[in-house]
Every structure is written in C-alpha cells, then in structure tokens.
C-alpha cells in the first residue's frame, strides 16, 4: 500500500517532470528545424539567382551577336 | 560591402570540417544525458523525482549566459575589429540564446510548482533571468528595425554590449540578495555541492547542450551569409536591369 | 565643459519652444495614474499601498514617450551631423542630451509625482522618499533613455522598439525606487535603497554617454 501510494505521490509530478522534457524537445528540435528549412530555402533562393545570372549574361551574348 | 563579407568558401570549409564534429557528439552527449537523468539517477533527498528538470534546466541557464556572452564578445570584436563574421555570429547566435534562456524560464517555472507552490516569484534570479529574455528579443528587434542590415548589426551590437552588464548581475543574484531560487550547488569555490550521480549527468547535458550550439550557430551563419549573397546578387541583378 | 553649456542652452531654447510636449508628457503621466483607481477600486488602503508603484511605473511609461524625439528632428534636418563634427566630443553632446531632456521631462514629471501621491493618499512618511527617489530615478531615465533613443535612430517602428529596448534596463531603477518609498512609509532605513539608486545614476553618468556616442557615430557612418 505504502509502495503504491509512493508512487502516486511520484505520479503526481511525473506530470511536470515530462511536460518540462517535452517543452526542451519541442522547443530544441523546433529551432533546429526552423534553422535547417531556412538554410535550405536560403540556399534554393542562391542556386535560383546564380542560375538566373549567367543565363541572362549568355543571352545578352547571344542578343549581341544578333546585332552584329 | 558584399566583398567586404570575403571568404565565405574559406568559412564554409571550415564549418563542414566542424559541423560533424559538433553535431554527432552533440546528439549522443544529450541522448546519454537524457538516459542517465531520467532513468538512472537517484531522486533527491528533499525534492524527489522533480530533480530530473534540474538536468535540463540548469544547462540551459548556462547556455543563456554562455550564448549572451559570446553574443557581446563577438559584438565587441565587431564593432571595434570590425571582423566581417563577428556580427554575423552575435546575429546567428541570438535566437538560440533566447530559445535557451525560453527554455530555462519554462522549466524553472515547472520546477517551481511543485517544489515553492508557485509557477513564478518575483526574486532577483528570475526576474533577471525574464531582463534576459528580453534582450535577447531586443537585440533581434534592432537588429531588424532597420533598412541598412549593416547599420542594424551595429546598433544591436552596442545594445548586446550594454546588456552585458546583466550577465553578473545573474550570476549572483543568488549570492546577493536572499531569493527563493538556491544558491548555486556546482561552481562553488569549496567544490561542487552535490553528488557525483547527479553531476556526470548534468555536465554531460552541458556539454551537449554547447555543442548543439557550436553546431546550430554554424548552420544559421551559413543560412546569414547565403541571405546575404542572395540580397546582393538581387541587387547586382535589379542595376543590370535598370541600367539596360 | 563650455561646449556642454552651450549645446544645453541650446537643447533648452529648443525644448522650450516646444513647451506643449512636455506639457503632454506630463499630462499623460496624470492621465495614466488616475486610471487605476477606475481599475483597482477606489479603496483608500488599496490606493495607499500602490501609491508608490503606481507614480514610478507611469512616470517609465511617461518618460518612454518622450525619447523618441530626441534625436530625431537633428538627424532629419542635419544639425546632428553639424554637432558631431564640431570641436565638442560626441560623448559631451550625448550628456547634454540628457541633461536638456531631464531638466524638459524629468524635473516636471518629478514635479508632478507629489500631486499624484496626494490622489494615492501616499502616507506623509513617503513623500521624502518619493522626491529623493525622483530625484535619484529620473536623470538615470534620461541618461538609459538617451542610449536607446541614439540607438534605435533613423529605425522602422523606432518608439516601439525603444520602449523594448529601454525598459528592461530601466528595472532596478523602478525595484528599488518604489522600494525605497515602501521602506519610508514601514519606516525602514532607506539609506540602502538610495545610496543604490545613487550608484545608478553615477554608473549612467560615465558608462551612458560613452554608449550613446558610441550609437550616434554608427549612426551618422
């Protein structure tokens, strides 16, 4: 009886203990995530300019050679 | 003012040479932690199994501390070296340190329940633990506020220099005033006061706590100066179009 | 020290020219304490007991307002500029910012803070705290308040952000301000309480300009 009512008493804070765990989880793994979809979208956004760049570049070429 | 940013192939080099050596220890070091503070440690003799968020929150009060002393320093060599990665890390660093010092005000506030019978009390550990957080949301909001970024790194730097001063203020806002909150148990000149069992634990969070930051605050540089190549090279893109 | 005489007179001239926004400082700062009586009941006990409280947290919010103007007209039509390069060090300029926006603001809001007490039945033990603590609290306001204003110059959304930025270090300001009043009425010893404040204002009277000439030489780069 001793040993159940024990544990209950524990119980009654199991509640705290893993909400604050859940809390680091959500919130450490969270910032990760965010961090990393931004590295990615940041990324995208960089190859997309790049590839815009030379294309234009070799079409002002290619425009230039129409010209001449 | 893009060149000056030079060598970001020299830093991407040397940040994928560290990041494993940051990232993978940093997720054993925790996942280790995790287990011994859950699992395998004992319960204190006075506060019983609450002690588990100990292992969680003490860490991240270091890393509130830790992150916003490293935010000013780099700031500092900014501002006065005027190093083109300096402000980019204080800028990379932030939102980590407020997650941290978030994370350590919600834990403390779950261990306080139970423990005081009371979510928040109004001492001077806690209360400068919330002037943190604050400025940490502070120096993001500036270094925002403004049209030049350049201009916003440098007056957020000033604002991480001048908020430096709350750095001891926490550190011994236990030993100064009488709080609720106790006296620090681990850095103590008369050595650590509790237990082994619960220490190797708790250093191992630490540890792992700072390498998820090495390795986090390498990432979001990475991100800072990619967004700022992008921005750079959009505007190199949008004078080629006006000047056509 | 000439040069600081000088661009005080100067900040003064300015500042009484525009007398009305003081006056609407202080008028706000009436306007927000008579509020909590409406809030909180018109209980005498009650009223008595956040009276010190109440005066120091409105005159905060009172002073907030005013800082946003601080640099900004200079800035706009270029006499900031015309300032830093004359031969007065910008540190000079920045204390004489805040000693013109202490005499405009902090000495009429600290004028006014006995009025208020009187509305608060504020315990006749108190009021001599009350002035010391204004007096002691308010200069530290303007000094802390000039640094954001500097910073925070020429930004997006600047009055906002300066009141995030200014009041997280303006607490211990307000801590110990009240409680040296809650002292005076318990009749406690205040001496501690005041000598504190009296190191704030000192700490903000060397670290504070250094800092806002240090936001205003970014900012005019």
Redesign the interface.
Known sequence: MQMISDFL??G???G??W???G??AV??VG??IV??R??RT??A??AA??A??PR?RRNNTDNKDATS | MIQQYANPARFNRLAATLMPWFAWPAGVLIAVG?YFA?FNSP?DYQQ???V??MY??VP?AWMALFVYTSMAISSAVGLIWKHPLAHLSAQAAA??GA?FT??CL??GS??G??MWGTWWVWDARLTSVLILFFLYLGFMALQNAFDDPARGERSAAILAIIGFINVPIIKFSVDWWNTLHQPASVVKISGPAIHSSMLIPLFVMGVGFTL?FCA?LL??M??LM??R??RG??M??LH?QASE | MNALVLIMRREIRLALRQIGESAIIVLFFVLAAVLFPFGVGPEPNMLARIAPGVVWVTALLAAMLSFERLFTPDFEDGSLEQLALGPAPLEMIALAKAAAHWLTTGLPLMIAAPLIAVLYRLPDAGYGALMTTMALGTPTISLIGTVGAALTLGSRRGGVLLSLLVIPLIVPVLIFGTAAIDAAIGGIPVRQHLMLMGGFLLGALVLTPLATAAALRQALE
Request: hydrophobic letters at 50%; one cysteine or more; charged letters at 15%.
């Open positions: 008493a524990i009654g804070y199991s705290f203990i909400t604050a765990y809390a680091v919130v450490l910032l990760l961090s990393l931004k590295l940041t990324s956004e960089v300019l790049e815009n760049s234009r | 995790l859950l319960p019983g199994d609450t588990r968020i969680v929150h991240s939102p980590i997650c978030f994370v919600l834990t779950l261990w329940k139970p998820y986090l990432l979001r990475k991100t990619l967004a190549r992008a090279m959009s190199a893109q080629q």
